[in-house]
């Protein structure tokens, strides 16, 4: 692995450390990104519980937006309820916002290190084929190692960029959709805690 990334040149360098960066924030965001983490099946049924039962307070209002993404965007309705259902909504879509933006942390960075992988393995590939004609302008064809270490500069640098770039827009666009997912969680989420608290829906926060 060693003498393969000496034979990739110093393009080898930036490619390794978006490697690494890349595995990174695909492990984190997979594990930040979970269902129960972000939006957990059953908190609506537990809010209403306590709204009903008179128990949410300040205390476990600030309790409720720290817990989860879908806990903040409840927070929100809840500290705004009495202003009118117009107003309630407003503030859950406006804390559903910062949910998502959050959601969506790093990814960004996840999708230009699959973007520009491919092209510093083309960078690698052009300084990899300039180093071969100049040997050939300097020696002529005889120094074939001058030249095979040139041509073999370029192809490890273009292997090593694509392995890469095909992994991290895989996991890029995988957890785009999750993110998407979750936002349409919640959403609906949000939308049923508005119904039951303004009296559209029954008691029942599952409908």
Request: neutral net charge; charged residues 20%; proline residues 2%.
């Amino acid at each position: 692995m060693l003498e393969m990334v000496q034979a990739g040149g110093w393009l080898m360098v930036p490619l390794l450390l978006c490697s690494v960066v890349a595995a990174a924030i695909a492990a984190e965001r997979l594990w930040t990104l979970q269902r129960n983490r972000v939006a957990p099946r059953n908190q609506l049924a537990e809010v209403w519980a306590r709204l009903k039962n008179r128990e949410m307070d300040q205390q476990k209002i600030r309790e409720l937006r720290s817990s989860n993404a879908l806990g903040q965007v409840f927070a929100a309705g809840i500290s705004n309820a009495k202003r009118g259902r117009d107003v309630m909504k407003e503030a859950m879509e406006e804390a559903a916002g910062q949910a998502t933006h959050e959601l969506e942390r790093y990814l960004t960075a996840l999708g230009t290190i699959a973007s520009i992988s491919p092209l510093l393995g083309l960078l690698g590939t052009v300084v990899g084929m300039v180093r071969v004609f100049t040997e050939l302008m300097r020696e002529g064809a005889g120094n074939a190692n001058a030249l095979a270490g040139g041509i073999s500069e370029a192809l490890i640098t273009t292997a090593a960029g694509l392995v890469v770039a095909i992994p991290a827009i895989i996991f890029h666009r995988f957890l785009l959709r999750r993110v998407d997912e979750l936002v349409v969680v919640m959403e609906q989420e949000a939308s049923k805690l508005v119904d039951i608290m303004t009296g559209e829906q029954g008691d029942d926060p599952r409908l």
